[in-house]
């Protein structure tokens, strides 16, 4: 679990994976197949179609358009998986220059320098320290940059859940468009068309099935992953910044104690004040003697 918990180590097997699907696509699409001789090629001649080249002679703008995606998915997945690890969103020794710089008491310097670091947990703090003294303020403000900033780290790979849904509708647009041009061929010959005409139409359009399976999954599957290391990285750092916004909280409580110790009880006489006059208290009369 330690070594899976590594983020190089999960860079390596999403690496080893995409080339696993890659050769698997070539090995099982590239094999050489042997059409039956047509009637006006010569005999004997044998072609090799995969594919790749069923693909390339026949680029469309839907191909186009995966293509494009595929190149854009692939960078979303390789910048999520270096960007939201531990050592770049909240590095340690940052965290632990925060600390030390609120067990010293240096306030302006941390303002300064939570100002102009990049981290998460300094762009949490950063908000909470300029609503000081009040200590609410300062956790509201706080509890307002951590939601800004989850939602803006859930943002950054959003796009990969929405290109790994418009692959398989791409490839039924595709496979549509190859199906009724295939059948338009057939009417056009009077429903006398050529077997293998027919069934060049159909790879075709499969072929855009396959393309876009191709983008969706590995998409889909990095996006799941992402989205679990997201929520676990910014639940962490909403943690940290809570200790570290807590030991602040006494600095500016103390006054308050203090002048809570100080403040005269009701019936107690105030320091300095005039004592208040004696109450003259009536004697009774003597009863008459008789």
């Not at 909470?128 to 940059?145: D, G, I, N, Q, V």
């Not at 308050?256 to 300095?272: I, K, V």
Request: net charge positive; aromatic share 6%.
């Amino acid at each position: 679990m330690r070594r899976y918990a590594s983020s190089r180590f999960r860079i390596v097997l999403l690496v080893g994976l995409l080339g696993l699907v890659i050769f698997t696509a070539t090995g099982s699409f590239g094999q050489t197949q042997t059409p039956a001789p047509a009637p006006a090629a010569a005999e004997g001649e044998a072609k090799a179609v995969g594919l790749f080249s069923l693909i390339i002679d026949n680029i469309d703008f839907v191909f186009i358009i995966i293509a494009l995606l595929s190149v854009t998915g692939l960078t979303l997945i390789i910048q999520g998986f270096i960007k939201n690890r531990e050592a770049v969103m909240m590095p340690p020794e940052t965290t632990n220059r925060i600390r030390d710089m609120i067990e010293q008491r240096k306030f302006k310097e941390l303002i300064d320098f939570t100002e102009n670091d990049p981290s998460f947990i300094s762009r949490a703090i950063n908000p909470a320290l300029k609503r000081a003294p009040s200590f609410s303020s300062m956790k509201e403000a706080m509890e307002t940059s951590l939601g800004e900033q989850t939602a803006e780290q859930f943002r950054k790979i959003e796009y990969l859940n929405i290109i790994g849904n418009l692959g398989p509708l791409l490839g039924l647009l595709g496979t549509v468009l190859g199906m009724i041009e295939a059948f338009s061929e057939v009417a056009a010959a009077g429903g006398q068309a050529n077997v293998g005409v027919l069934s060049g139409g159909i790879s075709k359009a499969l072929a855009h099935t396959f393309l876009g399976l191709l983008l969706a999954v590995p998409c889909l599957a990095a996006f799941g992953i992402l989205r679990t290391m997201v929520d676990r990285l910014t639940v962490r750092g909403a943690l940290i910044a809570e200790e570290l916004l807590l030991m602040i909280k006494p600095a500016e409580a103390k006054p308050a104690a203090a002048a809570a110790a100080t403040a005269p009880r009701p019936g107690m006489p105030q320091p300095g004040a005039i004592p208040p006059p004696p109450i003259a208290r009536k004697v009774p009369a003597p009863a008459p003697q008789s």
